[in-house]
């Protein structure tokens, strides 16, 4: 009998990938593979490459080359390279020529054929490099093997049709294209039967689903459905881009027990010159009414953000307009990013780019600026009682249960016997920047 075949997937990036990764395993577990946390031991090793930024980038060539050997010494071992940085033009050309001994490369567009290539290579073909240019209607119905049993992400929409010019992904991703609502639904009726209970909408702009669907629905009332699926606990989704975020989503937050009280709203920078030079559709003043707005109208409502640092033309001025915008709003959260030239985006050919010192000299002034304002939110939850998912034992130390609140943030805290995937309440007695400590009452 044949020893089982060991795949080794490795994947950078975000959600989608993490999603085209499980998909992969869910096709290849039913077909017999076993799935292996040891490179070393893989008989397929996968690389699932993003390129939204280059430091995501580098990762990947040095991951490859350093296959160099094991190959040497396992002719058989098949080495696949997929994902977003493949679908980049001339990216698929430079892998397989600096890297000749790997084996498949293929883009987003087909990721859903790789047991078909897989099975192509182990018949004796000698390498496969396919990318598809444009992407197809949605696939439903492709197995999922997911990691994570108790939360998890459904994509509800695939692509972006936003263009911001710093942003590689509408090139690599394909445009926007919206799965049908009933879908959607079963897909989530069906893991809360296998017991999950948080779930997270996935879309680059999931307030503007629904476009060119029939009958016509839009993201307020396909919130509306999935809050009425029963034993679902927790429903979240990401990302709001604040072009679209309607009134209508915000009040249905507010009114639906399932939907949790987070919005990430990514303000990319405080500076409306900015803002219009990265083609994201409002200004300064309109995001900040819209964050009044989400206040106003979702009690202890949690908003996280991303900011830009350092693109083309940030001035100084410009810059302390962000500084100023992180100030006045405070987030809960702030996941801040180095500008990066993206080949192919509208941004790349500008020609007031920032120096590298002043972009990081600015990057380290805002990361001060988040890190206070994340204490000094966190610290205003000591002595509230909030409702905590529990996800298992902390990683830090294993004699406390770790979970999240409705708004997001972490909690680390003495457990009274409750294990993953209860609810409940926790009095905090601590604060860090990033997390918080209770005990549960
Ligand atoms: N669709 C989402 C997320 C896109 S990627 C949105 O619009 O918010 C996640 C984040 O990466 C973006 O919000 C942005 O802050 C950052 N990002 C994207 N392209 C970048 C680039 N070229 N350089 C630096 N950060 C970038
Ligand atoms: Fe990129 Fe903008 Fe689309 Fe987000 S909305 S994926 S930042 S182009
Ligand atoms: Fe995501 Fe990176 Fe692709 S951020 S969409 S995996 S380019």
Redesign the pocket.
């Known amino acids: 009998m044949n020893e089982t075949i060991k795949y080794y997937i490795e994947t950078w990036g975000?959600q989608m990938n993490e999603e085209d990764s499980e998909k992969l395993s869910g096709m290849l577990i039913p077909a017999g593979y076993k799935k292996t946390l040891d490179k070393g031991s893989a008989d397929i090793i996968i690389f699932n490459t993003c390129c939204?930024?280059e430091n995501a980038e580098q990762k990947v060539d040095g991951n490859i080359g350093a296959l160099k050997t094991m190959k040497k010494e396992n002719p058989k071992l098949v080495i696949a390279v997929i994902g977003c940085m493949m679908q980049q033009d001339g990216m698929a050309k430079h892998i397989i020529t600096k890297f000749p001994f790997v084996d498949i490369i293929i883009g987003t567009h087909n990721a859903y054929k790789f047991p078909e290539y897989l099975k192509r290579i182990q018949s004796g073909e000698s390498s496969i490099v396919e990318i598809w240019d444009k992407e197809e209607n949605i696939i439903e119905g492709i197995p999922i093997e997911r990691e994570n049993t108790l939360k998890g992400f459904v994509t509800i929409m695939y692509g972006?049709n936003?263009f911001?010019t710093?942003?590689?992904?509408p090139y690599v991703r394909g445009r926007e294209r919206s799965r049908n609502p009933e879908d959607i639904i079963n897909e989530i009726t069906a893991m809360v039967g296998q017991g999950y209970k948080e779930i997270t909408l996935l879309g680059?702009?999931v307030n503007s689903y629904g476009k060119g669907l029939t009958p016509e629905i839009n993201f307020a009332q396909l919130l509306r459905k999935i809050n009425k699926i029963e034993n679902l606990e927790r429903l979240r989704f990401?990302?709001s881009?604040p072009k679209d975020l309607s009134n209508e989503v915000i009040e249905v937050i507010a009114e639906s027990d399932k939907i949790c009280e987070h919005v990430?709203l990514?303000v990319?920078s405080g500076s409306s010159n900015l803002l219009n030079k990265m083609n994201r559709h409002y200004d300064r003043e309109q995001y900040l009414e819209l964050v009044k707005n989400i206040r106003n109208t979702i009690p202890n409502v949690g908003i996280t953000t991303?900011?830009?640092v350092g693109f083309p033309g940030e001035t100084e001025e410009d810059f302390a307009e962000t500084l100023s915008l992180m100030e006045e709003v405070k987030f809960n959260l702030a996941?801040t990013?180095?500008?990066?030239?993206?080949k192919g985006?509208p941004?790349d050919e500008m020609l007031d780019q920032v120096p590298e010192d002043v972009k990081h000299e600015r990057f380290n002034r805002l990361v001060e600026v988040v890190n206070r304002n994340c204490a000094e939110k966190n610290k205003a939850c000591v002595g509230k009682i909030v409702e905590v998912l529990v996800e298992g034992y902390s990683k830090k130390d294993e004699s406390k249960l770790t979970g999240r609140t409705r708004n997001g943030k972490v909690v680390n805290f003495e457990g009274n016997g409750n294990v993953a995937g209860d609810l409940v309440s926790v009095l905090i007695t601590d604060s860090h920047s990033f997390s918080l400590f209770g005990e549960e009452i």
């Open positions: 975000c939204v930024r972006c936003n911001c710093y942003c590689i992904v680059q702009n990401m990302t881009h990430h990514p990319q991303d900011i830009i996941f990013y180095l500008y990066s030239k993206r985006t941004a």
